[in-house]
Every structure is written in C-alpha cells, then in structure tokens.
C-alpha cells in the first residue's frame, strides 16, 4: 500500500511544489477515491498561491495591520513632503530644500515636530489599507484564472478599483486633517490643539464638506496609485514566477517589488499629489477647483512645481510600499495558520 500511496507530508508540505504534487498524485491508485480526492484539494491549493486570502475579511485585517504599523515608521517623510508641497514660490522660499525643512521644524517645535498630523493618517491609515485590500481582493478572486493567477491588466484594473474606494470612504477625509494639521503646524499661532478637537473646529467652521475638500484630485491620485502599483507588482511577481503559480516569493523579494511599485507611482502621478495637498490646504479657497488649482500652479510657479516633494514622497512611499506588501503578505500567512482557508 505504501508504494501506491505519497505519504501526507509529500503532498501537505508547506516545501511541496506543484510538480511534486502531481507526480504525487499520478502515483495515487486511482481506485483509491479518497487519496486521489485530497491531493487534488491541496493542488487546486497550492496552485492558487497557499497565501492567497480568498476570504475579503481576512484581506481586510491583514490590510488594516500592516497600515497602521507602516505609518507609524515612515511618517516624517510625509510630513516634509507635505510641507514642501503646500509651500508657494516666494522669494526668499520658506525652504531651501529637504534638509532645512527638517531642521526648520526641529528648532522650532523640537523631533515631535516631524510628527505634527500622525494620529490622522495612524487613525486612517488602518481603515485604509484594510479597504485597499479588501476591495482588491473581493475584485480579483472574480477574475483570477483556474490557478489563481492575474493578469496584469487585471492588476491594474483591480487596483483602479481599491484606490478610487479607498479615496472615497477613507483617503480624502484623512488627507484633508492631515494637510490641515501640518499647514496649521506653519502658522505663527497653530489652531488645532489636538487630532479629535481639530476635526470638530474643522466640521463646525467647514461642515462635513470640509473633510472632502480635493475629493476629485484625492479619487484621481489613489486610482492611478494603486492602479500603477498593484500593475507593477502583478508583473514582478508573473516574471519570478516563471509560470509556476506555486513558487515561493520571499519576503526581502516582496519588499524589493513593492518598492519598484512605489518608486513607479510616485514618478507617474506626482503632479496629482501637489494638486490634492493644494486643494486640502488652508489656502484652498484660492481656488475654484481642481483644474482651477492645477492651472494656478502651471501659471503661477511653471511645470517643476508639480513635481515639489518628490524626493520625500519617493523615499516615503517606497518604504511605505515595501513595508505594507511585506507586513500584509506576513499578516495573511499568520491568518492562515490561525484560520485556514476552506479548500473545497
């Protein structure tokens, strides 16, 4: 019996490969329904991905875990991004450049300076990379093909989908405090004493439309972010695998992906970014709306303007990107040990 049946290990192995299984399989009698029913349960999973989370919910936790924690790490990159942006052409500039922002802010509100705004993306930024998540993986389990495999256009197409639900129910609003925040941070006498208090003065002076200033720029930016990002990742991760569905990505390979991925959606949609931060700022009732504001800045300050905070932005969100890819691919492993997909 031993040599007609592959011992559970063979086949249940988190090392086992997709060709082993088969063979494994092929190795099965096939009047034996029972064995030949479960290898090829495990096939069909490993063939998917083992740490594909099919369950949206599960996606939605692991989104939400890895966000807050990323956040907490690459802050500081969004606050001097942030300060850089909304800073206007003015002679002598507010700025020189990264460097003085950062030692501006130091020697006037000391290292917790560069963490002025934090509790409103720490306190968005958990929702929105569970619904980044959730969304794109409720969209792709539709579309994935008998191996559980995308293509890149579906990445992108899913992506789209993550990143416009994501400006709408967690995004703007979030972005709006934060920008709000970090613009009060430059004021002589700094309004909002804390994340609760500041955005009831914001509800009461600006109604709840006050949260959604730049919501057109915000759904534009975070389609075109995760729509790029999650294209670039689908591609990476088709090219290393080669055609195998069940080959392994490491995590220091995930992470370097993710940041290819961020490095690409800094570099396409940047000019967007300036727009919403604009469009968020104190200075917003300048203008009319979002083209009014983009044809501001083309007139006003030329071309490179859209382009202001690049650097840090890179820097935060090739972080950010590898950082999350990595937590959430980790997250939905430790999810799946605790609470196992259904093979059937």
Known sequence: ?????????????????VKNAQSSLRSCSYNNANCQGMTTRKLGALAGGKNQPKNPIKAVLAGGIAGGIEICITFPTEYVKTQLQLAESVKPPKYTGIVDCVGQTVRSHGILGLYRGLSSLVYGSIPKAAVRFGVF?????????????????????CGLGAGLAEAV???CPMETVKVKFIHDQSSANP???GFFRGVVQIVKEQGIKGTYQGLTATMMKQGSNQAIRFYVMTSLRNWYRGGDPGKEIGLLTTGAFGAIAGAASVFGNTPLDVVKTRMQGLESHKYKNTWDCAKQIWQNEGALAFYKGTIPRLGRVCADVAIVFM??????KFLNIVWPEKTQ
């Open 191 to 193: 309004k909002y004493k």
């Open 169 to 171: 129910i967690v995004v």
């Open 137 to 157: 993986e409720a969209l792709s389990n539709r579309v994935r093909d008998s191996n559980g495999m995308l293509t890149s256009t579906q990445g992108l197409m």
């Open 1 to 17: 019996m031993s040599d007609r049946i592959p011992s559970l290990h063979s086949v249940l192995s988190p090392t086992a490969s």
């Open 327 to 332: 937590l959430y691919e980790q997250t939905v």
